[in-house]
């Protein structure tokens, strides 16, 4: 009959019929009333119990105890015997019960035939002396628990933490976490030291290890998640941090996530993120590349006609103005008022003729892009000026008067010469060509709209028409308007394209009216300039305007 199946009754049945006398413990009918009493206890407990009684430490062990063993076998040997190997883990603390002292001990391995089939266990024992009297104590009361589950899910545990340690400490982004209130470290991983310069800041507060840090706004967040406990996003946050080499700017993108303990409270605040600065260094080398590629264009488009204008003009239009000069000083006075005018008007074009070339040369010079208030109509007027040298297609322009815009003119006009020079080439061979250029304010916005009665875009998707070398020209190389958009969006801004229901298409621009801290004086300043609708690009010019 196998252990599993024995009976409690069928086990005493085997202790009374054992052959103690062979053993230790004699015969049992000479056993003590403590040793039976002891005896007829642990039998009739469920937990696996043993005595180990006398000078040799004979044991008598109940049916629970008994399920791994032969106890025909084992039962009255020794202790030690018993225990195997296990012995010397458990032989202290059995001493100690020996010397009158109740002792529990937890998790002992058993490396025995008691830990089933050689596999290592473990047991919590818990060891009760057995007194004859008060002062001898001649045997030890045992009760066994199996812990091997709670030793194991330990490991596991222990085991799970170590990786979890290990992810922490080689995450690629900086993680540390700090007690509250003080704001003390607990944790930093190695990313996290690598940032701060590998300063020691386990055990210190914020202000301790990183003192740089007390007028940069960092205590605000940290305090502010304490009490709405609601973690803090910040994105491209420019922090000053000490390094060996001295101070450096860095840029991180961050975290602050609160621990909340049972009650609700934040206990701990977690701060996770990343080291952008080599990302944020590499989008400003984009933008100075953006910027060059804007500046080769300008000059690409530019270039020639500047070249030419200052060249062939500069010394035709002097002699002008100097002629009318003459003209002027020789009629007498008082001169006929048409001839006086004439002589002006002559005098006045010839330097505003002066006047384009140098604005040529303006945006054909290299800089920054400089983010400032400017009258839309004023910027589609030197637009228009520009671009009437290489096409005399009849403009149409409508301006809301006052109409504001914030960003570089010069990039903006740039965009703008772009467009209507495109519109003027689309209504090439059109019986009536006609392109019109509308500005109005909408949500905020600067939307400049450029309309033709041309050919239209035949890609499709007409998206495509700004992709980098896509040109519907014959001899186009399709820079002009994926630059165009690149400049409306480096503003905040749009740049869209569309076919009309009928022929031509449209083209809309759209930039902030508003600069960030600009005072209204801009735009009432520029609100008594109204900008009427007019026709531009008409052949003959009356000496009355």
Known sequence: MS?????????????????????????????????????????????????????????????????????????????????GEAWANIAPHHREALGGRGVLVEDIPVPSALGGGGETRYITLSLTPLRESDTQVVGVLAICTDTTEKVRAAERLEKEHERLVRL????????????????SFVAANSAYRRLIGHRPVIGLTLFEALPELADQGVVEILEEVC?????????????????PRGE????????????????????????????????????????ELRGELIHL???????????????????????????????????????????????????????????????LRTMSRKGARVQQSFSVDEAVNEALKLTRFSSRCPVVVDCAPGLQACGDRVQIEQVLINLIRNACEATAGVAAPRVEVKAVRANGVARITVIDNGSGISLDPVEKVFA????????????????????????????????????????????????????????????GAGAAARVDGATDQSLEA
């Open 3 to 83: 252990s599993e199946a024995r009976s409690l009754s069928e086990y005493r049945q085997l202790i009374s019929r054992h052959s103690w006398s062979a053993t230790g413990l004699g015969s049992q009918s000479s056993w003590p009333a403590l040793l039976r009493g002891s005896v007829d206890i642990i039998l009739d407990t469920m937990q696996p119990s043993f005595i180990a009684w006398g000078g040799d430490y004979s044991t008598v062990f109940n049916e629970a105890f008994s399920r791994r063993l032969d106890p025909g076998s084992w039962l009255g040997r020794p202790l030690p015997e018993l225990w």
């Open 168 to 183: 922490f400490e080689d995450a690629p982004g900086f993680v540390g976490k700090m007690r509250v209130p003080d704001f």
């Open 227 to 243: 009490r709405s406990g609601e973690p803090y996003i910040g994105r491209a946050m420019e922090l000053l941090l000490r390094n």
């Open 248 to 287: 450096e700017m860095h840029v991180v993108d961050l975290v602050c996530a609160p621990f909340k303990g049972a009650d609700g409270a934040v206990e701990a605040i977690l701060i996770a993120g990343h080291d952008v600065s080599e990302h944020v260094r590499s989008e400003r080398h984009v933008e």
């Open 297 to 359: 264009s300008r000059v690409s488009a530019m270039g020639t006609m500047a070249s030419t204008l200052g060249h062939e003009l500069n010394q035709p239009l002097t002699a002008i103005v100097n002629y009318a000069s003459v003209a002027q000083r020789s009629t007498p006075d008082p001169a006929p008022p048409m001839l006086a005018m004439a002589l002006k008007a002559i005098s006045d074009n010839a330097l505003r003729a002066g006047q384009l070339i140098r604005s």
């Open 468 to 527: 980098p070398f896509m040109s519907t020209k014959p001899n186009g190389i399709g820079i002009g308007l994926p630059i165009s958009r690149t400049i409306a969006e480096a503003h905040g801004g749009r740049l869209s394209a569309e076919n009309n229901a009928g022929a031509g298409a449209t083209f809309k621009l759209e930039i902030p009216c508003d600069c960030p801290g600009a005072s209204a004086s801009g735009a009432k300043a520029a609100a």
